[in-house]
């Protein structure tokens, strides 16, 4: 199982074009991500946490464009019927990930968290994770359109970096609940952690069904 190396999009290359573009669209969503967490952590709700911010907010919006064109080639031009709802799937999991780098990004310029420097390296190892999550995602959906065994091992890579994730979302939370911080900073930073954590929750579940539709098309 999982040992078949090709290519299915023979006659459709433009198709393939668009989905890789798509997978694009989530590395470089990660990497901004990582720059503007850290110049949030320099310089709060600055001109250059607004542009980096604004970096990933048009990323998302070029993912949305992409998805509907992806649909649309799929439907219109009848394009790979007996994989259509797989892709789609595939697709619209891909751009859940991508939103979600853009919503935590827009909450921290909304919120402005206070993030006490004590938590400050363990918030990066979490932010780390759950880009590197999501990077290996793109590996392994990559995969799926080419090389079965590539889809394995890159699965295996995605849920320990979301296993790794959710122990330090843990911690953290932990030490946040037990600081002496007001309540309220406390429910704030809380909410915050666990939406970065959840990027490695979607990264998750989009290899979950990438897993499945390999299955379907190895046997």
């Not at 006659?11 to 890789?20: A, F, H, S, V, Y």
């Not at 990559?142 to 970096?161: C, E, M």
């Not at 939370?173 to 406390?186: P, T």
Request: hydrophobic share 40%; aromatic share 10%; proline share 1%.
């Amino acid at each position: 199982m999982f040992n078949m190396k090709f290519s299915m999009f023979s006659g459709t290359r433009e198709l393939e074009q668009k989905i890789d573009e798509m997978h694009d669209k989530v590395l470089e969503s990660s990497l901004y991500f990582k720059e503007a967490f850290e110049i949030y952590l320099k310089e709060k709700r600055s001109q250059n946490y607004r542009r980096a911010s604004k970096k990933i907010k048009n990323i998302e919006a070029k993912a949305d464009d992409l998805r509907r064109e992806i649909e649309s080639r799929l439907y219109i031009h009848n394009l790979i019927p007996d994989l259509r709802a797989d892709v789609l799937q595939l697709v619209e999991n891909i751009d859940k990930v991508i939103n979600e780098f853009d919503e935590v990004a827009h909450k921290f310029y909304i919120e402005q968290p206070e993030i006490p420097e004590k938590y400050q390296a363990k918030f990066r190892t979490l932010v780390t994770q759950v880009c590197e999550c999501a990077e290996n995602m793109v590996i392994c959906s990559r995969a799926f359109f080419r090389d079965f065994a590539t889809v394995r091992d890159y699965s295996r890579k995605v849920y320990f970096a979301e296993h790794e994730s959710d122990k330090t979302w843990a911690s953290l939370k932990q030490d946040v609940f037990d600081s002496d911080m007001e309540l309220a900073h406390k429910i704030q930073l809380s909410s915050l952690i666990g939406e970065v954590a959840d990027v490695a929750d979607k990264a998750e579940d989009c290899v979950d069904a990438v897993l499945i539709f390999t299955i379907k098309r190895d046997i």
